[in-house]
């Protein structure tokens, strides 16, 4: 006895093209690439102030003396400083800064 094997030709799976959804990410390509290319800032970037000085940079410290109070000892106390530049050119702090603790009496 011979088997004779009936079974249908295999195909090949299609690969269809999803085109309506390609068609809507070239859509959405083309809408957002148009947008940055048409975009312009409304105006150009300012600096945040106008220079005090001009010729050189120049620090500003918004405060000079810092009074702390009565501290006991080995509490840690934590100050902060805003420095900023107020000159017209790049200013570059060179080194560690120092700091002066007064004892008070």
Same mark, same amino acid.
């Given at each position: 006895?011979? !088997?004779? /094997?009936? +079974? ?5 799976? +299609?690969?269809?093209?999803? &085109?309506? &959804? ?9 809408? $957002? ?21 001009? #010729? #050189?940079? !120049?620090? !500003?410290?918004?405060?000079? $003396?810092?009074?702390?109070?009565? $501290? ?11 420095? +900023? /530049?107020? #000159? ?6 060179? #080194? ?10």
């Amino acid at each position: 006895m011979s !088997k004779k /094997n009936k +079974s249908k030709p295999q195909q090949a799976p +299609s690969h269809q093209l999803p &085109w309506p &959804w390609l068609l809507v990410a070239g859509a959405l390509l083309l809408v $957002v690439g148009s947008g940055l290319l048409l975009w312009r800032p409304t105006s150009p970037a300012q600096p945040a102030a106008a220079p005090e000085v001009s #010729g #050189g940079p !120049k620090l !500003k410290v918004d405060q000079a $003396v810092i009074d702390e109070g009565d $501290v006991k000892l080995d509490t840690p106390v934590r100050t902060t400083f805003r420095l +900023s /530049n107020v #000159g017209d050119q790049p200013l570059t702090i060179l #080194g560690e800064p120092q700091v002066e603790l007064i004892e008070g009496c």
